[in-house]
């Protein structure tokens, strides 16, 4: 094993990233927000990304294989559609933004996701009535989707704001999301590798922590069934907060 996976940080940062995945697949959606960013407190945030990247991908097929007869189509194409133009800028951008331009973004993004949660837990927002937001704005949120995808692998909150309003039913809401992060991480894959992102030290370091990605996506969905996932996402936030906070300082710190 490359030197740089034996390290402790690896593996307690790494196994938290891939449990975080594990469990949002498994049915605590909105913990997959934490993962990049916790992992980019151990490597640079694009080694990261490509480490998680063939983890997310075997992930993916046991989540199509549970909900394949479940979607919407037509807002898995508006959102898709999206995600091709966000993961194109994605593509061109990020391989020209120092390590720590990169700590900056992703810490960023962590702080929009959870700042936006909390404001809206604190005012309390109402549900509203199901709507089907307009091709425009699917579009709109699905390129956010594809940018911050590629990016640290947080596509999930702009693809809810789009999926939300039209109160789908579970099923097809899982199966909607869960078709297009497979179908978005299947384009991430070819821009990383032209990117020289993906490597043999990454596919290790993926390969090692495959196991604990699969089992705590098994694990997540016993213990979905047994406690309330509301009582967690208090916690999940407020991680994010504090992790986004650290990734900020750290980026801006070594930009000055």
């Avoid at 080694?47 to 989540?63: F, G, R, S």
């Avoid at 700042?115 to 005012?123: C, G, I, K, P, T």
């Amino acid at each position: 094993m490359p030197d740089s996976l034996a390290s402790p940080a690896f593996w307690i940062y790494g196994s938290i990233a891939v449990a975080a995945f594990g469990l949002s697949k498994g049915g605590f959606v909105g913990l997959a927000v934490l993962a990049l960013p916790v992992f980019a407190l151990a490597m640079p945030p694009l080694v990261a990304a490509a480490i998680l990247l063939p983890v997310l991908m075997a992930q993916d097929l046991v989540t199509i294989w549970a909900f394949r007869r479940n979607i919407d189509i037509r807002s898995f194409l508006v959102l898709l559609g999206g995600c091709v133009i966000g993961t194109a800028v994605g593509a061109a951008t990020v391989s020209s933004l120092p390590d720590a331009g990169l700590k900056l973004m992703v810490g960023g993004i962590s702080l929009v996701f959870a700042l936006n949660w909390w404001v809206r837990r604190l005012r309390g927002d109402a549900e509203q009535p199901p709507r089907r937001p307009s091709t425009v704005a699917g579009v709109f949120w699905g390129s956010i989707c594809g940018l911050t995808s590629f990016v640290a692998h947080v596509g999930a909150p702009p693809a809810q704001v789009y999926l939300m309003p039209q109160r789908l039913a579970p099923a097809v809401f899982a199966g909607t999301m869960a078709w297009l992060f497979f179908v978005v991480n299947i384009i991430k894959l070819w821009p990383y590798l032209q990117l020289g992102l993906i490597t043999r030290e990454t596919l290790v370091g993926s390969a090692v922590l495959l196991p604990v990605a699969l089992a705590s996506n098994m694990f997540g969905i016993w213990l979905v069934r047994r406690i309330s996932v509301a009582r967690f996402y208090p916690l999940i936030y407020g991680m994010l907060l504090l992790v986004g906070l650290k990734l900020t300082y750290d980026g801006i710190k070594a930009l000055i």
